[in-house]
């Protein structure tokens, strides 16, 4: 079983990745490991085999993502070069094991894998008060200013996933099932939501 | 719990809404029985009160819907009064017990009653697929004939849609959950989505 999940920021797209992963006992790739893996390939060809020849049974701590992302820049991470090696290790990734991939256009570039794609949203009411959970006691942004953040970076978002794929962002019809977390615990809902998948995995002409 | 379902012709959503009541024990109110309510109300009101005034339990037989269906056209449904006589129903069948709602824009009419709002979607081939298993023996319509007929469906429930809220038909941020069964049986997956739906009931402030 094969897991994209596309994300608006703040709607818990992330945790829901990571608690299905976890329920399900499958790899978790999160974007920036991805991005960082395709980022440093170039430079230290053996760390990416370290990380991609293994078959991962468990998911990859996030804090490993977080270290790595200060590392490139927006402007290095849509170079074509860094997309084209991205895309191969996505795949590998997922020919190799089950996995959850957060993000990177995944649902794009298993398209022919028959992933289960999965597009969490929420209003933006809700993403302010998740934001602000998840932020640092020193971080003061206004509603105003936080909101503009979360703008820019569904933005960002939807201008790389168009660019390298042709396809408009967070459009139902590339998803397997669109999930609104608005009101939504997102606990609560992992493990309903791999039930639901694993009833999925059933084709019509199976039947 | 009330719960509305929109679908694009041949995904099988009147199904999963008619199974989601089943399994859930609560009211089934289908497209025809809530047109064909309004639209008789004012011949014969005390038919609509003996319906309506009732605290329903179980679903309605589907075929109570097609027998009204025969009795109006496309003209008259589209007409101010009905959508208004049919706003007043579906808000009052709401007010008045747990329900599954199919179609008629009640995600909207019911947009302050905290329902959950279920969009059901499915490639082409998938919807083509349902349709000829569902079609009478004696139909026989080329692939390109039932396609007309499937996109000319959706374009009227679009246009219905759009006329009466407003709204663009199947945006996301409309509901609560887009459900793409192109590679789905019904059957199996009602279950689990009445599950995801019961773990959707609470709040982010309730926690």
């Given at each position: 079983m094969i897991i994209t999940i596309s994300r608006e920021f703040g709607s818990g797209g992330r945790e829901l990745g990571k608690r299905l992963a976890e329920i399900l006992g499958i790899a978790y790739y999160d974007q920036e490991i991805i991005a960082g893996i395709a980022q440093r390939s170039g430079l230290a060809e053996e760390y990416v085999n370290s990380i991609i020849e293994k078959r991962p049974v468990t998911y990859y701590p996030i804090t490993i993502g977080q270290t790595l992302t200060?590392?490139?820049t927006p402007q290095l991470d849509f170079s074509l070069k860094a997309y084209i090696e991205q895309s191969n290790i996505i795949k590998e990734l997922a020919s190799k094991s089950d996995c959850v991939i957060i993000g990177r256009g995944a649902d794009y570039i298993l398209r022919e894998y028959n992933s289960f794609n999965i597009f969490v949203y929420a209003d933006m009411d809700s993403r302010l008060q998740r934001c602000r959970q998840r932020a640092p006691e020193n971080e003061q942004l206004s509603d105003a200013r936080m909101k503009a953040r979360i703008k820019a970076i569904d933005n960002d978002r939807g201008r790389y996933y168009q660019f390298f794929t042709n396809r408009k962002w967070g459009?139902?019809?590339?998803?397997t099932l669109c999930i609104n977390?608005?009101?939504?615990?997102i606990k609560d809902i992992a493990i309903p939501v791999s039930g639901l998948l694993k009833s999925m995995s059933h084709t019509l002409s199976g039947k």
């Open positions: 200060a590392a490139f459009e139902k019809e590339n998803y977390t608005s009101k939504t615990v």
